[in-house]
């Protein structure tokens, strides 16, 4: 397919130019994926509409992944795929299945390293009436800069029993004297300065932006020396460096009221912190594994999953995702809520600099909860509630626009 330049965005010297009617890749995901991706649609292009009048639109093309892909082009993750995002460079996609133990490796993890999307960021918020396991939920609002591309996601592993867990167990026998088990699995975790500081590179710059006066790097250096102790490391003398006017570093100086607070945190701590004092955290700075786990729990602490939004950027290209699983024992029913996927597109456009669209989207889910007007995961949970289809949320929040 031929695409009109006027039509697609570009990224130069470091900076997005988005035309009035650039294209967009979507891929609609497995299981509910298509039934999310509708309602999700429906919502986007309303907002779009009533915010610029007909004058901005988005053209929509479809991209392939996942068991979709798999059917009609051989392949679960297509080179023409990976060609089309890096010819437009924004997709927004839905969950796509993942095998475990067995058979294809991530086809989110691969789009993030093929692609060099190295931020993984989730942004963690409460809206008024969602159901919540803990006390003072409205208290919850922090983004997660989670680095997408080393630690033991990189992939680097070899199956027990293998020729190649072999001559990795005796290389570290000979040359180091560290004995493993006879029938081992082994994985690699590389953290690299290189990756540590463009993440908090990002980080810094949404802080400044936003006026987000804390950054925390979240870490397990005090067992992990030499990786997710040289990430804190790493992250916090590129922080000195680059952003030295910007910052106070916690323990050598006071807080100051114009300035970014850094400082770090243990992640196993970290879990009991934001549950027990999470408006205490603005920006959270994590490497991939920790932040996989600390993102999921958090979304818990404000509806789950459902509720959560997620992107992955790089320089210049960009992939938002619903950060749930593919549920496909509800596959096709239209039953499912969309908000991740909404969300993961209120993201989309603040990056496109149409906030002035996901500004309108936010509000119309807001007074769509407190409406109680919901789909059946929350439903369920308020009482008084009215529970509505997929489609009928997506058209609920129309309304509310």
């Not at 970290?270 to 594994?289: A, C, G, H, S």
Request: with cysteine; glycine share 10%; proline share 4%.
């Amino acid at each position: 397919m031929q695409f009109k330049e006027e039509n697609k965005i570009r990224f130069e010297n470091g900076n997005l130019f988005v035309p009035e009617k650039p294209y967009i890749v979507y891929i609609e995901g497995d299981g509910t994926g298509p039934d999310i991706w509708n309602a999700s649609k429906m919502v986007f292009d309303s907002a779009v509409k009533k915010v610029f009048n007909g004058k901005k639109e988005i053209i929509w093309i479809e991209g392939f992944a996942g068991e979709k892909a798999f059917k009609e082009k051989g392949s679960y993750l297509p080179e023409e795929t990976l060609e089309l995002i890096k010819e437009l460079r924004v997709g927004i996609k839905g969950p796509l299945t993942t095998p475990v133990g067995k058979g294809i490796r991530s086809i989110n993890v691969a789009l993030r390293q093929e692609l060099d999307l190295y931020a993984c960021i989730r942004p963690v918020r409460y809206f008024e009436g969602v159901p919540s396991p803990i006390k003072y939920p409205e208290k919850v609002d922090f983004v997660i800069f989670r680095e997408n591309t080393e630690d033991l996601y990189a992939g680097i592993e070899w199956q027990a029993g293998s020729e190649e867990a072999k001559k990795v167990s005796d290389f570290l026998y000979k040359e180091f004297g560290k004995k493993l088990p006879d029938y081992v699995g082994i994985g690699i975790k590389p953290i690299s300065r290189f990756a540590t500081e463009r993440l908090t590179r990002m980080a810094m710059r949404y802080c400044i932006k936003n006026k987000k006066d804390t950054l925390t790097f979240v870490h397990k250096g005090n067992i992990m020396k030499f990786t997710e102790g040289a990430f804190k490391n790493w992250g916090v003398d590129c922080v000195k460096r680059e952003f030295g006017q910007y910052v106070v570093i916690e323990g050598e100086g006071e807080k100051e009221k114009n300035k970014v607070l850094v400082n770090d945190r243990i992640a196993d701590a970290m879990f009991q912190q934001i549950v027990l004092r999470p408006d205490e955290y603005k920006v959270i700075v994590t490497p991939n594994l920790n932040g996989d786990y600390l993102s999921d729990a958090a979304a818990a602490l404000v509806g789950g999953l459902g509720m959560a939004p997620g992107a992955n950027i790089g320089d210049g290209y960009a992939v938002f995702e619903a950060t749930h699983g593919t549920a496909p024992k509800y596959a096709g029913l239209d039953k499912v809520n969309p908000s991740s996927v909404i969300l993961s597109g209120v993201m989309m456009f603040e990056y496109l600099g149409w906030d002035a669209v996901g500004e309108l989207i936010i509000k119309a889910i807001e007074r769509t909860i407190k409406n109680k007007t919901v789909t059946y995961d929350l439903a369920r949970q308020m009482e008084g509630s009215k529970e509505l289809k997929c489609s009928q949320f997506a058209e609920e929040i129309i309304k509310n626009m």
